[in-house]
């Protein structure tokens, strides 16, 4: 049995129960609540992280600087998949294991994908302050969703989910995703694809791959030069993997016809991204694609499970830095 202090820097009660408190209270952990402040200060990161031996972790930024002052630190676990705010280096060369809860937001994030989608073909935004403000009582024209394409970047458990939405609309799906077995691609209903074709064929381009130091603008002028004219760009994902300034030129030149982000790459938005959201044609969300109750719920629980994992010994289900794993002595999972 493991004993020790673990901090949580996320919400953790639902519908008046904390599932994962329990799981970390019954493994004999000590279980400091303990959310952030906007921006998360890194002198703060530090008081909260002093004398932890694991932190069930949010949007705070876990770089080496501030895991310095935690030589305790043993485990991060991301309250989400995205683990782009851990240097994951530092804490693979510290023997800290890093883990992230995919899948457990899938159908929030594939509901939200669909939810900017329809907002930016159907002018759902713009019609609603239409009727509100009594300035019009009209919209664009919009399109079937059954008449356009839709193309994926990444195809894990949230493009997955997402594909099966499409399918439910009637959309053909294109999948751009070398990590993944094209059969398995097929077998869920979408059509492997290069990244040419992808581009050329989609009516809608939707990003579903994590943040790391070489997919950072991976939207970029070239990228967007090459997606259909009239077409959309979503981005439930992460707001840097989009050259903020190559997107607003390709939206205000008409090029593309829209954008549907729930991040951006400040947050909340100021300069290149505050210049972005304010354009009439994108459809912007304060990166709320995971909040919903039972993702949320279900991503504490998962994280609690793996931090649990780390702090007894085990090897836990889901490890972004498994070169950690060949410096720590964890037994396998039953």
């Known amino acids: 049995m493991s004993s020790g202090r673990v901090v949580v820097t996320v919400g953790i009660e639902f519908y008046g129960q904390q599932p994962a408190r329990s799981i970390l209270e019954k493994a004999d952990l000590e279980c400091i609540h303990r959310p952030g402040s906007p921006g998360w200060p890194d002198a703060e990161t530090i008081e909260y992280l002093s004398g932890m031996q694991g932190i ?192 607003i030129q390709a939206l205000q030149s008409g090029h593309l016809a829209g954008a549907g982000l729930d991040c951006q790459a400040s947050e909340p938005p100021e300069g290149l991204s505050l210049d972005l959201v304010a354009l009439d044609n994108v459809v912007a969300l304060p990166h709320c694609a995971s909040k919903t109750a039972t993702a949320r719920k279900r991503m504490s629980i998962a994280a609690a499970h793996s931090m649990v994992d780390v702090l007894e010994g085990r090897q836990p289900e889901f490890v972004v830095n498994r070169e950690v794993l060949e410096k720590l002595d964890l037994r396998p999972r039953d």
């Not at 676990?77 to 800290?96: E, K, M, P, S």
């Not at 594909?163 to 751009?176: D, G, H, I, T, Y």
């Open 56 to 247: 069930l972790a949010g949007a705070e930024f876990l770089n080496g600087s501030t895991m310095d002052h935690v030589p305790e630190m043993k485990v991060v676990a991301r309250n989400g998949v995205g683990f782009d705010r851990v240097d994951l280096g530092y804490c693979t060369d510290r023997g800290i294991v890093v883990t992230n809860t995919p899948g457990s937001m899938a159908d929030a994030v594939a509901d939200l994908t669909f939810a900017l989608l329809l907002s930016v073909v159907r002018h759902v935004v713009a019609g609603n302050a239409n009727v509100k403000s009594g300035s019009s009582y009209d919209v664009p024209m919009g399109e079937d969703l059954a008449s356009m394409t839709l193309g994926l970047v990444g195809c894990g458990h949230i493009g997955a989910e997402t594909v099966q939405r499409a399918k439910a609309f009637k959309m053909p799906v294109l999948v751009e995703d070398p990590w993944v077995d094209p059969q398995r691609l097929r077998d869920i209903g979408a059509e492997p694809v290069d990244r040419q074709r992808l581009l050329a064929e989609s009516d809608v381009i939707s990003l579903h791959l994590p943040l790391t130091d070489e997919s950072a603008n991976f939207v970029n002028a070239d990228f967007l030069g090459a997606m259909r004219p009239g077409s959309f760009l979503l981005n439930t994902a992460r707001g840097g993997l989009v050259d903020e300034g190559a997107l």
